[in-house]
Nanobody, 120 residues
C-alpha cells in the first residue's frame, strides 16, 4: 500500500507563499486519486482543499482557497504539491495528503501532516 509523507510546513507571514510536498512510496500516484486536506484545529473536521485525480485533473473544493491554492504533481518524483499563495491567518492548519482508490469515495491512506502557521 502506498505511504505518504508531507513536508514543507512552517511559519509564514500573511500574504506570503508556501509549497507543500507529499512524497509517495510503495505505489505510483498515477494509480490513485489524491487530495490535500487541512484541519484548522483539533476539534474541527478535516476539510478537503483540493483533489488530484489519477488522470491529473485538479479540483479545488474550498471556495476560500480558489485562486490562491493550486495543486500539481510530478510523476517522475511520485510527488504531489500544494502551492499556496496570498496566505491568510485563517489558512493556519495542519495540512494532510491523502489517497484513495479511484473506485471508492473514501480517502483511506493518510500522511502524518505538516503544520502551516500564518502570522498576521
Amino acid at each position: 500500500q502506498v505511504q505518504l509523507v508531507e513536508s514543507g510546513g512552517g511559519s509564514v507571514p500573511a500574504g506570503g507563499s508556501r509549497r507543500l510536498s507529499c512524497l509517495a512510496s510503495g505505489g505510483a500516484i498515477s494509480n490513485y486519486c489524491m487530495a490535500w486536506f487541512r484541519q484548522q484545529a483539533p476539534e474541527k473536521e478535516r476539510e478537503r482543499v483540493v483533489s488530484i485525480d489519477n488522470d491529473g485533473s485538479i479540483f479545488s473544493v474550498v471556495d476560500s482557497v480558489k485562486g490562491r491554492f493550486t495543486a500539481s504533481r510530478d510523476l517522475a518524483k511520485n510527488t504531489i504539491y500544494l502551492q499556496m499563495n496570498t496566505l491568510q491567518p485563517e489558512d493556519t492548519a495542519m495540512y494532510f495528503c491523502a489517497a484513495r482508490s479511484c473506485f471508492t469515495s473514501t480517502y483511506n491512506i493518510w500522511g502524518h501532516g505538516t503544520q502551516v502557521t500564518i502570522s498576521s
